[in-house]
């Protein structure tokens, strides 16, 4: 009797054993199914419905009195999209603001970084919050405010440059670019400068001061061990550097206010945006699927480069 009972004992342990891993497996999808409700409803959903509105178009039959209806179109608006030379010069126009904004900003921001690092820097909770600030201002604050600080007869940048002798047109064609680019690099520095200066706190100070009394400079520190020791910071703010030029529409569209010679196509998201205004909703599905892809391999790209170079070493 003994024997049959340690058997079932042993049994109803397996069951229960055998059971265990699979209450958790339940109990985890209980506790995962509301963030991957709201992810499909609000990032998965949005998405797969902008790619299926991109294969339509309006076609309106006859007079076009009767009202349009949806067909097929396939990859057709998105030869129309890359066929709009005014779209292609967006894309253009954004990949080159990046190429030279984001690498200025994120060298700025890791001076300060390491300035706000240093030992010898006297009033640094003040110079960080000042750093932060603009970041910390709406951004369409900050572009309202800029777009004073350039416009044509109320500029006192123009103004300072009129008494140099230097005739200045910050709105003007060719200085739209840097415009914005300053705008980027003002609002945007002190945010990545906070993302570094956290990663230089990690580093223990053992290591600097361990590399001071061996010779090295303080330049020599901050170049030789904390910049690659914050190697994955700088990856990240670079990312997402790529990704917010990306999406730059708020400091050209405010700027257009008083630079009415900035076209309305002028960034991807400000073409897509005009492109609701006039009703072509499959069109501007289109043009913000271009966007995203553009954006996704650049920071994939980007990604992938600094693997090997990390392999490489």
Same mark, same amino acid.
């Given at each position: 009797?003994?024997? #049959?009972?340690a058997?079932?004992?042993?049994?109803?342990?397996?069951?229960?054993?055998s059971?265990?891993?699979?209450?958790?497996?339940?109990? +985890?999808?209980?506790?995962?199914?509301?963030?991957l409700?709201?992810?499909t409803?609000? %990032?998965?959903a949005?998405?797969?419905?902008?790619?299926?509105?991109?294969?339509?178009?309006?076609?309106? @039959?006859?007079?076009?009195?009767?009202?349009?209806?949806?067909?097929?179109?396939?990859?057709?608006? %998105?030869?129309?999209a890359?066929? &709009?030379?005014?779209?292609?010069?967006?894309?253009?126009?954004?990949?080159?603001i $990046?190429?030279v904004?984001v690498? #200025?900003m994120?060298?700025l921001?890791?001076?300060l970084a390491?300035?706000? &690092?240093? *030992?010898?820097?006297?009033?640094?909770?003040?110079?960080?919050?000042?750093?932060?600030?603009p970041?910390?201002?709406?951004?369409?604050?900050? +572009?309202?405010?800029?777009?004073y600080l350039?416009a044509?007869?109320?500029?006192?940048i123009?103004?300072?440059g &009129?008494?140099?002798?230097?005739h200045l047109?910050l709105?003007?064609?060719g200085m739209?670019?840097?415009?914005?680019?300053?705008m980027?690099?003002?609002?945007w520095? $002190?945010?990545n400068?906070?993302?570094?200066?956290?990663?230089?706190?990690?580093?223990?100070?053992?290591i600097g001061?361990a590399?001071?009394?061996d010779?090295?400079?303080?330049?020599?520190?901050?170049?030789?061990?904390?910049v690659?020791?914050?190697?994955?910071?700088?990856?990240?703010?670079?990312?997402?550097?790529?990704?917010?030029t990306?999406?730059?529409?708020?400091?050209?569209?405010?700027?257009?206010?008083?630079?009415?010679?900035l076209s @309305?196509? %002028?960034?991807p998201?400000?073409?897509?945006h005009?492109?609701v205004?006039?009703?072509?909703?499959?069109?501007?599905a289109?043009e913000?699927?271009?966007?995203a892809?553009?954006?996704?391999?650049?920071?994939?790209?980007?990604?992938?480069?600094?693997?090997? *170079?990390?392999v490489?070493?």
């Amino acid at each position: 009797m003994k024997t #049959v009972h340690a058997g079932r004992t042993a049994a109803r342990k397996s069951q229960r054993g055998s059971g265990g891993p699979r209450r958790h497996g339940r109990t +985890a999808a209980l506790f995962l199914a509301p963030f991957l409700l709201l992810f499909t409803a609000l %990032y998965l959903a949005p998405i797969g419905y902008t790619v299926h509105q991109s294969l339509f178009r309006m076609h309106r @039959s006859g007079l076009g009195l009767t009202a349009p209806t949806q067909v097929f179109a396939g990859l057709g608006n %998105y030869a129309t999209a890359l066929g &709009d030379p005014a779209f292609r010069g967006s894309l253009l126009r954004v990949l080159l603001i $990046g190429v030279v904004q984001v690498p #200025v900003m994120l060298l700025l921001a890791l001076a300060l970084a390491l300035l706000l &690092d240093a *030992r010898s820097t006297p009033f640094k909770r003040f110079f960080r919050l000042a750093f932060f600030l603009p970041y910390a201002l709406p951004g369409v604050v900050g +572009a309202i405010m800029w777009s004073y600080l350039v416009a044509p007869g109320l500029s006192p940048i123009t103004a300072a440059g &009129d008494h140099l002798g230097l005739h200045l047109d910050l709105t003007s064609d060719g200085m739209l670019g840097p415009t914005i680019g300053n705008m980027l690099t003002w609002g945007w520095t $002190g945010y990545n400068m906070l993302i570094l200066h956290s990663a230089l706190q990690s580093i223990p100070p053992e290591i600097g001061e361990a590399a001071l009394m061996d010779g090295c400079s303080a330049l020599g520190v901050a170049w030789r061990i904390k910049v690659p020791m914050i190697r994955p910071a700088l990856v990240l703010t670079t990312v997402f550097s790529i990704i917010g030029t990306a999406q730059l529409y708020n400091e050209p569209a405010i700027l257009h206010t008083v630079a009415p010679n900035l076209s @309305s196509t %002028y960034t991807p998201i400000y073409a897509a945006h005009n492109a609701v205004d006039a009703d072509n909703f499959n069109l501007a599905a289109t043009e913000s699927v271009v966007l995203a892809v553009l954006a996704f391999a650049l920071s994939f790209g980007f990604l992938k480069l600094v693997q090997r *170079r990390g392999v490489a070493r």
